[in-house]
T-cell receptor, first 114, second 110 residues
Framework: NAGVTQTPKFQVLKTGQSMTLQCAQD?????MSWYRQDPGMGLRLIHY???????DQGEVPNGYNVSRSTTEDFPLRLLSAAPSQTSVYFC?????????????FGPGTRLTVT | GEDVEQSLFLSVREGDSSVINCTYT??????LYWYKQEPGAGLQLLTY?????DMKQDQRLTVLLNKKDKHLSLRIADTQTGDSAIYFC??????????FGTGTRLQVFP
């Protein structure tokens, strides 16, 4: 099993550009989520999905879109990049059950917006 | 509120015990977690505790939970330089979301 994979590892964008961060998992997990990590702020939830075709907003959804057409993939789209979106982005997946949410994280995408 | 709070830094000597503390807000949290993040890497689940437990031990790791005070701690016995990392606590809410603390950077010196 590859676990959770993310591409690209690094990306530099100009303000106003759009791009998609890719996330895939091969563990047949129902639950997938996107976080951003900023210094001194821990991880903040952007969007999450509890299964194919179902997505919901997290704590900081503005400026980001997601879709979940398959169980395996959960891409994150930046519609019009802003310097405030400079961050490290992590995708995670987990199986659900009895309130337990043991999440497996990808290696992260380091995004810089100039 | 939604905050899960941790102190930002902890420095310990190699061989000593480390204790990383966390306070959370939601008394309905079912599971509480500890994650480790090494430089340039994603988060790795270290251990978790179910909310009806007071303590869980796993080799060098001991998790203590005080539900009344909403306080969680992670003790690492015989701390090694390889334990240097950022440690995050997280609480699991009924909505399947995980709420993370700000992370504690553990530095182990010889």
């Amino acid at each position: 099993n590859a676990g959770v994979t993310q591409t690209p590892k690094f990306q530099v964008l100009k303000t106003g550009q759009s791009m998609t961060l890719q996330c895939a998992q091969d563990m047949n997990h129902e639950y997938m989520s996107w976080y951003r990590q900023d210094p001194g702020m821990g991880l903040r939830l952007i969007h999450y999905s509890v299964g194919a075709g179902i997505t919901d907003q997290g704590e900081v959804p503005n400026g980001y879109n997601v879709s979940r057409s398959t169980t395996e993939d959960f891409p994150l789209r930046l519609l019009s990049a802003a310097p405030s979106q400079t961050s490290v982005y992590f995708c995670a997946s987990s199986s659900r059950g009895q309130g337990k949410n043991e999440q497996y994280f990808g290696p992260g995408t380091r995004l810089t917006v100039t | 509120g939604e905050d899960v709070e941790q102190s930002l830094f902890l420095s310990v000597r190699e061989g000593d015990s480390s204790v990383i503390n966390c306070t959370y807000t939601d008394s309905s949290s079912t599971y509480l977690y500890w994650y480790k993040q090494e430089p340039g890497a994603g988060l790795q689940l270290l251990t978790y505790i179910f909310s009806n437990m007071d303590m869980k031990q796993d080799q060098r790791l001991t998790v203590l939970l005080n539900k009344k005070d909403k306080h969680l701690s992670l003790r690492i016995a015989d701390t090694q330089t390889g334990d240097s990392a950022i440690y995050f606590c997280a609480e699991s809410r009924a909505t399947d979301k995980l709420i993370f603390g700000t992370g504690t950077r553990l530095q182990v010196f010889p």
